[in-house]
């Protein structure tokens, strides 16, 4: 789930002769809850789970509505305007026991730099993984090599290392589970995380 955009989704409002609460699916379309402890210095208990819907906040007991036809008020469609864009994943795929990304990978190196490129201040997250061939110590240096890989990359396309991070985690978050000393090409790739 999106907690920036759950939390900047629930909008409680100062300035309005009520406070009110704003709940929004997430970036992906899942609806979370929220619960509501105090209002104002007074105690409330209320847990609000209905998606777009608003909340009136002040009393022991809220009372939620569909936002309806009307949505968003202004005010609250301009906060949503202003978050960043929803973090991105990219996976690359890497030959057998090479920190070489595969040829179908090199578009998704293209769509990469483009996203990084678009963002403001962007995060990103590069993890490197393996299959199960060769010794769990031989692995765990090969993804973080695979990381090491692609960061370097994308810093010799102009972005800031100190806004990356590469780690490995060899063979212990297999995409696709297998035996040991099993090669497998969907396990043999590199994720990064855009935010």
């Known amino acids: 789930m999106s907690w920036p955009r759950l939390a900047a989704a629930c909008l ?13 699916p997430d970036d992906e379309g899942h ?16 847990v609000i789970s ?4 608003r909340t009136k906040l002040g009393d022991p007991t809220p009372s939620t509505q569909p936002l309806g036809n009307k949505g968003l008020k202004a005010q609250e469609a301009a906060l949503l305007t202003s978050l960043p864009p929803p973090a991105k994943s990219f996976v690359l795929y890497f030959d057998l026991g090479t920190v070489t990304p595969t ?3 090199q578009a998704v190196l293209t769509a990469l ?3 990084i490129a678009s963002r403001t201040g962007p995060q990103v997250e590069v993890t490197g993984h393996t299959d199960t061939v060769g010794s769990e110590a031989d692995n765990d240096r090969l ?5 090491e890989e692609v960061l370097n990359w994308l810093a010799s ?3 800031d290392r100190s806004l990356m991070s590469a780690t490995g985690r060899g063979e212990r978050e297999l995409k696709q589970p297998t035996m040991d000393n099993i090669s497998n090409a969907a396990n043999r790739r590199v994720e990064v995380i855009v935010r």
């Open 12 to 24: 409680l409002l100062g300035g309005c002769a009520t406070s009110s609460l704003v709940l929004l």
């Open 31 to 46: 609806q979370g809850q929220v619960a509501v402890l105090e209002t104002d210095g007074k105690p409330t208990e209320a």
């Open 50 to 53: 209905q998606g777009n819907s």
């Open 103 to 105: 040829p179908e990978s």
């Open 113 to 115: 730099r483009a996203e």
């Open 143 to 147: 993804s973080q090599q695979r990381a």
């Open 157 to 159: 396309q102009g972005f």
